[in-house]
C-alpha cells in the first residue's frame, strides 16, 4: 500500500512538516535552520512516547533495500524490503505499544485492518512516509474506532522480511486500544 513516492519523501532530507487549514501535512518546505533534519526528528511534533511505549524512532532506523526486477512473464517490479536494526529485531514476536496515527483502509466506523504511523493522514489515498513509519494493524478480536486523533495501541510486533505486494515491513497482531 506504500507507493514508490514515500521512498522519496523518506529520502529528502531537508524539510519541515506544517500543518495545512484542511489539516493536512506539508513535508517539503525547508528551513534554513534544520539543514540536516530527517522525517523522523519531527515525530515528537505529532506524537509523545507513552511509559513503556516503542518510539517510532526506533522503527526509522530500518533501512529500505530497494528490489527491482522482472517477472518470469517479463513484467517490471519494484517493492521495498526491510533491514532491520538489532534494536528492532529485539522486538520481533513482543508485545509492544505505539502511539500514532490511524490510516483506514476501509469505509466503516470500526476498523479490523489499518495502517498505522506516527503522522496524521494528509492524503486520502496513500501514507506519505516511508515503509519504515507504517504498520499495518490487525484488530481481528475487537475491531478499532477511527479516530483522526493520536490513539495507543498494544499487540504482538511481526517483522516482514519481505513483502513484494505492498511493501510492508511491520505487523501488529492482536491490536487493541489502550485507554
Known sequence: MLPSSAHAISKQKNYT??????G????????????????ADFIKDY???P???????????????NVEGKTKDGYDYQFFKPKFTPEVRKLDGQEVTVKGFMFPLGETEKQNMFLFGAFPVSCPFHYHVSPSLVIEVHAD???????????????????VNADPENSTFYKLVDAELVK
Open 47 to 49: 506524537v509523545d512516547v
Open 141 to 159: 478480536k475487537k475491531p478499532i474506532k477511527f479516530s483522526y486523533d493520536p490513539v495507543t495501541l498494544k499487540g504482538k510486533l511481526q517483522l
Open 51 to 65: 511509559a513503556g511505549a516503542t518510539d517510532w524512532k526506533v522503527f526509522s532506523k530500518t533501512k529500505e533495500i
Open 24 to 39: 493536512a501535512v506539508d513535508l517539503n518546505s525547508q528551513p534554513s535552520d534544520a539543514p540536516n533534519r530527517t522525517l
Open 17 to 22: 512538516t506544517t500543518t495545512t487549514s484542511s
